[in-house]
């Protein structure tokens, strides 16, 4: 305290070790707080685009793949994730199935971002797509989709402000791939 | 023979040197205000889930005592010690 220079210097380094306990409180109150979890309906309306591709001009010939398209509809309720300390959401729906290995695939993806009015998040967590095309198309290396039992599941990764990453699952729902290509 | 300082060099003398008394004072005072300041607005912001005001009245209060602890204005040098006289 004795120079001008001393002084600013604990003056400043005095602030910005109050804002990191500040922002460690900002996440410990955000998420150590929640009780409920948030959650996703999935409905699948239609397996359009259903074939297998042969491709002549890749690999001579060897390389061929199962391929297919989905319209569906969601409905999501991600009030709980919703706090101060939220700045994106990333959304996508992933498919697993067990053909000759276990394979996943990501069909969908959306980002959500919180808007910074609290009077804004109702409209923005609850999700509702209606009848929508999926983004990726469904491909299978070892064209074994026929008549495969399938499991879309939807997961959500949670962007914080101040905190890790971390993604979890929402939902699961089974599905059977029709018999015959179309 | 002392050279004549410049205009800056004599301005950061001039603001540099400060009583005891009220270093002592100050050395408690920017931390008193920051930390009120930072619970209030932490509460503040916890209601209206905001985070920005929080930082930016944190930030705003460190600027505030900036101002007025670190440079030696007239009012903290007015407890001077009294020194022996020469002999």
């Given at each position: 305290m004795y120079s001008l220079t001393a002084?600013?210097?604990?003056?400043v380094f005095f602030t910005s070790c109050t804002l990191a306990t500040l922002s460690?409180?900002?996440?410990?109150?955000?998420?150590?707080?929640?009780n409920e979890q948030p959650s996703a309906n999935l409905t699948i309306h239609s397996t359009e685009k259903f074939h297998f591709i042969k491709a002549n001009h890749y690999n001579g010939g060897k390389t061929n793949?199962?391929?297919a398209s989905f319209r569906f509809s969601l409905e999501a309720d991600l009030k709980p994730v919703f706090t101060w300390n939220l700045k994106q959401l990333f959304l996508f729906i992933n498919v697993r199935y067990n053909a000759p290995q276990t394979s996943e695939c990501v069909i969908y993806d959306k980002i959500i971002s919180r808007p910074d009015d609290p009077s804004e998040w109702e409209k923005a967590s609850n999700l509702a797509l209606k009848n929508q095309r999926i983004e990726y198309p469904l491909k299978d290396s070892y064209a074994s989709?026929?008549?495969?039992?399938?499991?879309?599941?939807?997961?959500?990764?949670?962007?914080?402000?101040?905190?890790?990453?971390?993604?979890?699952?929402?939902?699961?729902?089974?599905y059977k791939m029709p018999e015959v290509y179309s | 023979m002392k050279r004549k300082d410049t205009l800056w060099k004599s301005a950061y003398i001039y603001f540099n040197e400060m009583d005891y008394e009220s270093q002592k004072f100050a050395r408690i005072a920017y931390k008193v205000i920051i930390i009120l300041v930072s619970i209030i607005s932490f509460i503040i912001s916890l209601f209206l889930q905001r985070f920005q005001i929080c930082v930016?009245?944190?930030?705003g209060s460190s600027i505030f005592s900036i101002l007025l602890f670190a440079p030696a204005w007239p009012w903290w040098k007015r407890k001077q010690p009294k020194w022996q006289p020469v002999k």
């Open positions: 002084r600013f210097n604990q003056i460690l409180l900002n996440q410990l109150t955000a998420w150590y707080l929640m793949w199962d391929q989709l026929k008549n495969q039992t399938v499991t879309f599941e939807v997961w959500i990764e949670v962007m914080p402000y101040v905190g890790f990453i971390t993604k979890q699952r929402i939902g699961e729902f089974p | 930016y009245s944190v930030i």
